[in-house]
């Protein structure tokens, strides 16, 4: 009888030997069907092998290619390794998940068309082509979700507003220049299920009358452009594409591409610089037409929405954070990985409960959440529930989901001066705050820390920072003094 | 010949060339006379004149015949 | 006379003029008012009268939102939006002042000024900085960031342009320099390289800005708030203390500028924002190359010869005048009443025009005038007038900015009409299509986010063969506009033209053996410009300067009627005129059979009238066109001309045979500023005075009168029109104006186009589109809107008549001539500025092919021959010019490059061919015969200058 294989192919698990894992199972003398399917997302745990039984799919973690010999020495898996995780959708790292986005990374070899279907893949799109752009947009509306990139603005009125908007062409644009630290499951999504996200913006061309489309990837995930390139070719050819033309667009290979409106620059071919709004890219996007730009989630999670209605999103979350939240865990942490959960668990939730702490065994110090312009939260705010509002009200923010840990040995001062290295380093360099100020900051900053009248440059610093906010163009200016700015407030003798 | 007259027949047979969409010498002529005796000064006129009374058949026939004109009212 | 305006008083609200329909109400800091929908609230809050801090934004350029000096606060909505990218809306509530507000741009400040050179007092815009000024709005006090930290203070300043340099060290990167050169100008030669701290601004690939794209229009010196971008003559001058409004003297686009002065001293030349034509953009002729006005040539004293074997001897005005007054007396008693005449100017004011042919008219007593516009657009005049009834164009300027669809014919806007260039490509970056007729590869067929969608290139001279096709395309494809034809032309007429046009040998397949252009590409073109809404089409002298020029114009126009393309915005018939008053000078009544206002000579009416206001009796019947003059004194009959203002010995074609014109004079009188080629030909010379030393008026290719403004004095003390007076009366015919206001008001009084023109008018709307007068008291921007001027349009048939000038074994290829950017005309103006150094000779520009079957080598000397002549020029070989064409400009005299161009010419107004000439090309090592002859030639005239006897030098007054 033949045994099926599941070994991953996502980026991360090749890059801990996945493939030579492959490769030893093709050498053995069993009866294997070896499939490539994406990774679940368990990054401590990769490469993650999974074996087909009849009770379910069973994991091995940490597969390396000179254990597979042990693994089928008597023919059949070795349930008893020491690397046996048993079933893996009992894992109680995933179990507690609700994984409506995600739902289909790991499970399926990401550029089969007939393993997405049997999934319920294309369910979306086939309700969606019954439907009035109108109710779509409704459907979307309706469902809560907002934009996953980071802003959170409610998709469904994005939409209405591109859908309101006369124009004879009009575009879908995927963001997927996915550029915050710690953050990783745009990257999941198109090198695991990357039919998902083609779904979602055939959707959102129906709902808005668009017939054209562009992924602008980060340039650093070289395997997501093929991936998507390979589905979009596969579903071109099945005839999903009909009437849509979908391209990808490597990026520029800069944070700044990431903003919407240098994205939109850079996709016409200039220069990565940020446009003022309005006119808001929903009225005049790329190329001057009506454009959807979303976040590589917020385009994954339509075909679900579709699919189950409206309302089985919405039911998730607390709030007016309505549906899952994808939060990526990151940085010193023990157990690194996707986390999908509804809106309105706490932080210590997911740093304890699902990361298990610093990798380092240390306690924890801070957490930076929604990227490298995220505040430092301290420990005492471990408490708050995670859904936009509330993490509003702390100071923090949500972004898109990535939570980088730092244990109790980080110099929080330094931390505080990577905030406005980074922002020198990727800004843009149009408006004044930002160009020159983020430079001033880090000046400013090494003055503080080598004593140099630290009492008068703090004032400037906290000065030099409500500049920043105040006077940004966008939010890179706008945003990169919060993390100054919580250091000081939280870990006052660091800076 | 003068380097005026040389010029002239040139100038005139061009002139003549360039209104000749039609075959209708009568209409052509009127057009040429016209135009001659609008935009041409008298002296070259006179010289046109001259030339034509001498030889006549050495000029295209509508170019002849306008100058014929020109020697008739309302041009003279 | 003339608005003197304070330097500085031209205000910028910030961001440009929005045509909103409807008004909207706002109040800033509690004061209401009304703007149009789409104003930014920093335009709106400048209407008001509050000045918000600011320094990237710029009412010539588009909002940017860059420098966050101008944020304000709105009631109801959160933050500090930047007023110049925030369009005002209904009831809103702007504060453009509050602590908060004061503080953040402060704050901003402090950081420009953190990493910028503490040298305001030895700077060269000290007292011309928008960053100076505004560190004084908004209070800046200290930079607590100090100056130690990173810093663009030492990078190099960059000096290799003619006209200005840009020091880095100095940059704000406000970008208002690459926005101007890419919106305004459209070249793109600038660019930002790198990102956020380390961004700047660089010229092409971090070129040198002399080894660059950029072509010194000027645009980013003016847009630039600091010193980075600075005028060479303000560093070498400092600021101006006043300035003039005037009107640039060079190509027929007229543009507006602000002469800046220091006492008599021009310091720059900047465009006037409220210029009409130009809206605020220069070329780098108007904008930088006017230091010839001052130049050392200048001949600033009258000068006479008895014969031009003599040295010159200068004299007196009372002397000069005499001796050439009663010169030309002499041979009128001699040769009669017609053997002499005079040439108005296409560079003179209106005023001059008019009064030269009334000098003319009235004291020589015949019609023997002329206007260099002979040699340029007769064409257009004749072709125009008989079938749409007007000899001028049909538009304005701005009026491209609506058009769908733009062709453009035998012209090279780029280059030979910068400004207008710019915003035709302006329109096509927004999107509008291109038909580019034209045997060269111009500019606008392929260069930064402009191509041409079909580019017809034809083989030199079959123009009318290519608009007889399209015309064919429109009639056999049922294209036409049918009610047009119908309501606006005549039926009948229209019908002749069909049934021609609709001949088989009309027909694109037919004749593509003759034009060389694919049958295909001309039905493209057809159907682009006839099935738009809007086709406008724009020719040049490529159209003019044939021997089919006057047909070429009535196809042109045929073209345009028969898809109802003209009367509305966006479409016409437009000339492009080559010098600045073109248009004037054959509207002043220079042509030989006509008074001014384009009134044929036998019309007893106007005669009558002229004759009235003139007390004299006037000749009826036409005079000598130029090359009839030429042929005339060749053969002895023609013995003396009045020359103002035009250099027929190097700007005519034929040039031997104008050399043997010019001799065969007995007296020739040149009026110039330079002792040019013909000067050299002269027995009298009055010195001229530049368009900076006089009142008057220039009139622009859209028939627009604008204002020139005398700055300082005329430095041989008199102006054109005054000795053109003086010469009159001491011939016996007196005339006398205090002002030229006086001769305005007179051609105002004898011309029912120009009946409502007056310098106060002029004054108060800052320039005049003719017809004015009491239909249209402000002008006409617009011509044929509900009725052609004739009445009914006139379909001309143009049958095609081949040039006699054809290529054979022995001239196998055509030579065609034109222009560039940086040299005007004859070039004795620009040469005499440091646009030499953009164009220091004339080459011949010669396709691969053609120069490898010769051995012609890139750089080489090269011989071209044609029946007329022979000249020698460098070699340049390039694809721009197709095989079996070669191409040259005339730009410099010992080039002669008229000397190989031949005697043919229009059929209708004798416009000569300077673009066909059968020629051969070949390596050679020496100078032509004819070149040799020239520089020796050069060489005695220039003695003959050198030791001219001094006039006795006149002892000033203390």
Redesign the interface.
């Known amino acids: 009888m033949t045994t099926r294989v599941y070994v991953p192919s996502d980026s991360t698990a090749i890059s801990l030997g996945a493939d030579a894992v492959a490769v030893a199972l093709q050498d053995l003398p069993c009866d294997l069907e070896i499939i490539r399917n994406g990774s679940r997302g368990l990054h401590w745990l990769e490469p993650l092998l999974e074996i087909d039984t009849p009770a379910g799919r069973i994991g091995f973690a940490e597969t390396k290619a000179a254990d597979i010999a042990d693994l089928f020495a008597n023919g059949a898996p070795a349930i008893d390794h020491p690397n046996c995780l048993g079933l893996v959708e009992e894992h109680a790292y995933l179990k507690p998940q609700h994984r409506l986005t995600s739902a289909r990374i790991g499970l399926i070899s990401p550029c089969s068309l007939d393993h997405y279907r049997s999934l319920d893949g294309f369910a979306g799109l086939e309700k969606a082509r019954n439907m009035t752009a109108d109710d779509i947009v409704q459907v979307v509306t309706d469902s809560g979700l907002r934009g996953r990139g980071g802003a959170a603005f409610p998709t469904g009125i994005k939409w209405r507003t591109v859908l309101d908007a006369p124009a004879e062409k009009k575009y879908i644009v995927c963001n997927a220049d996915e550029g915050d630290s710690g953050t990783f499951v745009d990257r999941l999504i198109m090198e695991c299920d990357p039919y998902c996200l083609i779904e979602g913006m055939l959707i959102a061309g129906l709902a808005v009358g668009a017939n054209e489309g562009f992924i602008y990837c980060r340039a650093e995930y070289p395997l997501a452009i093929t991936t998507l390139q390979r589905a979009i070719d596969t579903a071109t050819e099945a005839g999903y594409l009909e009437g849509f033309s979908l391209q990808v667009r490597k990026a520029a290979g800069a944070y700044i591409c990431g903003e919407e409106t240098a994205l939109l620059e850079s996709l016409e071919g200039k220069r990565g610089l940020v446009r003022f709004r309005p006119p808001l890219p929903a009225i005049e996007g790329l190329f001057g037409k009506p454009t959807v730009v979303n976040n590589v989630i917020s385009l994954a999670s339509i075909p679900i929405i579709l699919a189950k209605g409206a309302d089985h999103y919405r039911d998730f979350g607390s709030g007016r954070s309505r549906g899952t939240l994808t939060v990526q865990l990151a940085g010193n942490i023990r157990r690194g990985g996707l986390v999908e959960v509804p809106f309105g668990l706490t932080l210590r939730q997911l740093l304890e409960d699902f990361g298990g702490g610093t990798a380092s065994g240390r306690p924890i110090k801070a957490v930076q959440a929604g990227g490298p312009l995220g505040a430092y939260i301290p420990a005492d705010h471990f408490d708050t529930a995670m859904d936009y509002e509330t993490f509003k009200d702390i100071g923090a923010m949500l972004g898109h989901g990535g939570l980088v840990v730092f244990d109790d040995s980080a110099d929080l001062g330094h931390m505080a001066r990577f905030a406005m290295e980074f922002c020198a380093l990727e800004s843009c360099g149009k408006c004044t705050p930002c160009r020159i100020g983020s430079v001033r900051g880090v000046e400013v900053i090494d003055k503080i820390r080598s004593g140099e009248q630290p009492d008068d440059n703090r004032i400037l610093l906290q000065d030099l920072c409500q500049t920043m906010i105040d006077g940004s163009l966008c939010a890179l200016g706008g945003m990169a003094p919060f993390p100054v700015q919580s250091v000081m407030k939280h870990f006052p003798d660091e800076l | 010949m003068?380097?005026?007259t040389d010029?002239l027949l040139r100038?005139a047979e061009?002139?003549t060339?360039?209104m000749?969409?039609?075959d209708d010498t009568e209409v052509v002529a009127e057009k040429i006379a016209d135009?001659l005796y609008?935009?041409?000064?008298?002296?070259?006129l006179a010289s046109l004149k001259a030339y034509n009374k001498e030889q006549a058949e050495s000029l295209s026939p509508a170019l002849a015949a306008a100058v014929q004109r020109l020697e008739r009212a309302p041009y003279s | 006379m003339g608005n003197w305006y304070r330097v500085g008083a031209e205000q910028d609200l910030g961001t440009p003029l929005v045509a909103g329909e409807s008004l909207i109400t706002l109040s800033v800091d509690g004061m209401e008012i009304s703007v149009p929908e789409g104003t930014s609230i920093m335009r709106a809050a400048a209407l008001a009268g509050t000045n918000i801090p600011k320094l990237c934004a710029t009412e010539d350029l588009e909002p940017f939102g860059s420098c966050r000096l101008c944020l304000v606060q709105i009631e109801g909505r959160p933050g500090y939006p930047a007023s110049c990218t925030t369009e005002v809306s209904e009831g809103m509530a702007v504060r453009t002042q509050s602590p908060r507000l004061a503080e953040l741009r402060r704050n901003v400040m402090e950081l420009y000024i953190s990493d910028h050179p503490l040298d305001c007092l030895t700077c060269p815009t000290n007292g011309d900085c928008e960053l100076q000024d505004m560190a004084g709005a908004v209070g800046l006090r200290e930079v607590r960031y100090g100056y130690e930290g990173k810093n663009h203070l030492d990078k190099t300043k960059d000096e290799s342009a003619p006209y200005f340099t840009f020091d880095a060290s100095k940059c704000i990167l406000c970008s208002r320099c690459v926005r101007a050169c890419e919106e305004q100008q459209g070249t793109f030669a600038l660019t930002i390289d790198n990102r956020g701290f380390d961004s700047q601004i660089v010229a092409s690939q971090n070129d040198a800005f002399d080894q660059s794209e950029c072509v010194s229009c000027g645009a980013c010196v003016k847009a630039c708030p600091t010193a980075t971008l600075t005028e060479k003559s303000i560093i070498a001058l400092g600021q101006p203390d006043r300035a003039t409004v005037t009107t640039c003297a060079y190509c027929g686009v007229g543009c507006s500028f602000r002469a800046e002065m220091q006492g008599d001293q021009l310091v720059r030349m900047t465009p006037n924002r409220d210029g009409h034509a130009n809206h605020g953009h220069a070329c780098v002729k108007g904008r930088f190359a006017f230091g010839y006005a001052t130049h050392d040539d200048r001949i600033t004293a009258p000068m006479i010869r008895d014969s031009i074997n003599d040295v010159w001897q200068e004299v007196s005005w009372e002397q000069a005048l005499s001796f050439a007054a009663s010169r030309m007396q002499a041979i009128q008693s001699t040769y009669g009443r017609?053997s002499i005449g005079g040439i108005t100017s296409s560079r003179c004011t209106n005023e001059e025009v008019f009064v030269v042919q009334k000098f003319i008219r009235a004291a020589m007593g015949n019609?023997?005038v002329d206007t260099c516009a002979r040699v340029c657009h007769s064409p257009t005049g004749y072709g125009l007038k008989t079938t749409l009834g007007e000899s001028a164009g049909t538009q304005t300027f701005d009026s491209v900015m609506q058009a769908d669809t733009i062709m453009v014919i035998g012209a090279n806007p780029t280059a030979a009409h910068p400004v207008f260039g710019s915003m035709m490509k302006r329109r096509l970056r927004q999107g509008a299509k291109l038909i580019v007729i034209d045997p060269r590869a111009t500019d606008l067929v392929d260069s930064p986010h402009v191509r041409a969608d079909q580019h017809l290139q034809l083989r030199p001279g079959t123009n009318v063969a290519v608009i007889n096709a399209l015309g064919h395309v429109i009639i056999s494809e049922g294209l036409e506009d049918k009610a047009f034809i119908q309501q606006r032309c005549e039926v009948d007429a229209y019908e002749?033209w069909r049934q021609?046009i609709a001949r088989e040998e009309n027909s694109p397949e037919t004749l593509e053996p003759v034009t060389g252009v694919p049958a295909a590409q001309i039905r493209a073109a057809a159907r682009n410009y006839a099935s738009v809404p809007n086709g406008a089409i724009y020719y040049g002298l490529g159209v003019t300067e044939h021997?089919?020029g006057?047909?070429m114009v009535m196809g042109i126009a045929n073209l345009a009627m028969a898809t109802g393309n003209l009367g509305r915005e966006g479409v016409g018939v437009n000339p492009l005129r080559g010098q600045n008053n073109v248009q004037g000078s054959c509207d002043m009544g220079s042509f030989?059979?006509e008074l001014p206002g384009y009134r044929?000579l036998?019309d007893l009416a106007t005669r009558t009238q002229f004759e009235k206001a003139w007390g004299v009796k006037l000749d009826a019947?036409?005079?000598?066109r130029i090359?009839?003059m030429f042929?005339?004194a060749?053969?002895g009959?023609f013995k003396g001309l009045y020359i103002q203002g035009e250099d027929m010995a190097q700007s005519d074609p034929d040039t031997q045979h104008v050399q043997a014109a010019l001799s065969a004079m007995e007296c020739v009188i040149v009026q110039d500023l330079f002792l040019n080629e013909t000067a050299k030909y002269a027995h009298v010379f009055l010195p001229g005075s530049s368009f900076l030393e006089k009142d008057g008026t220039f009139t622009n290719a859209e028939r627009r009168i604008s204002p020139v403004r005398k700055v300082m004095q005329p430095l041989a003390g008199m102006a054109e029109w005054e000795v053109t007076c003086a010469l009159s009366t001491a011939m016996g015919y007196p005339m006398s104006y205090q002002h030229p206001s006086e001769i305005m008001d007179e051609i105002a009084q004898l011309t029912p186009t120009f009946s409502g023109v007056s310098y106060e008018l002029l004054d108060e709307l800052g320039s005049i589109q003719w017809p004015c007068n009491e239909h249209a008291p402000n002008g006409t921007p617009m011509m044929h809107v509900d009725e052609f001027v004739r009445g009914k349009g006139f379909f001309a048939?143009?049958?095609y008549?081949p040039t006699d000038e054809r290529s054979n074994n022995k001239y196998p290829l055509l030579l065609t001539t034109g222009r560039i950017l940086s040299q005007y005309n004859v070039g004795a103006q620009t040469r005499r500025t440091e646009n030499m150094a953009f164009h220091a000779e004339d080459v011949l520009e010669i396709h691969p092919s053609d120069a490898e079957v010769r051995g012609i080598t890139d750089g080489a000397w090269v011989g071209i021959k044609s029946r007329a002549g022979e000249t020698v020029l460098r070699a340049d070989i390039t694809t721009r010019v197709q095989a079996g064409v070669v191409y040259t400009t005339f730009h410099h005299p010992e080039s002669g490059a008229n000397v190989v161009t031949t005697?043919n010419?229009d059929?209708?107004?004798?416009c000569p061919e300077y673009k066909v000439t059968a020629v051969q090309a070949y390596p050679v090592s020496n100078p032509s015969e004819w070149q040799e002859m020239f520089s020796k030639f050069h060489a005695e005239q220039g003695n003959f200058l050198d030791q001219r006897k001094r006039k006795k030098p006149v002892t000033t007054q203390s």
């Not at chain 2, 609008?38 to 070259?44: L, T």
């Open positions: 003068t380097v005026q010029k100038m061009q002139i060339a360039n000749a969409y039609t135009h609008r935009f041409w000064d008298p002296r070259m | 017609k019609n023997n002749i021609f021997s089919q006057s047909t030989p059979h044929h036998s019947e036409p005079g000598y090359p009839n042929d005339a060749v053969d009959e048939p143009t049958p008549v005697d010419s059929w209708a107004t004798n």
